[in-house]
């Protein structure tokens, strides 16, 4: 999937679909938390201001935080304190 996320056709299509693979796989989706967070980041980096791509990457990275916030506070605490 993260490859997928490299390819240059610009889909809103793969941020849907990763919105929907985080929901199914939930807790298998921490070893990849980071790998997708990047992906995404960088699609909407290469997305030339269309509004759609942004607002779709957005919601797949609010999504990604919703489900994995246990993981990611855990993860921050390591590293901050």
């Not at 299509?13 to 199914?24: H, N």
């Not at 489900?67 to 901050?80: A, G, N």
């Amino acid at each position: 999937m993260i490859w997928h996320h490299n390819q240059p056709s610009r889909d809103t299509c793969r941020s849907q679909l990763t919105i929907a693979f985080a929901r199914d796989l939930r807790e298998d989706l921490s070893d990849y938390l980071w790998d997708l967070f990047e992906a995404i980041i960088v699609l909407m980096e290469r997305s030339d201001q269309q509004a759609e791509l942004l607002q779709t990457g957005f919601r797949a990275l609010a999504v990604m935080i919703k489900l994995q916030w246990r993981k990611i506070i855990r993860e921050l605490r390591r590293t901050f304190v």
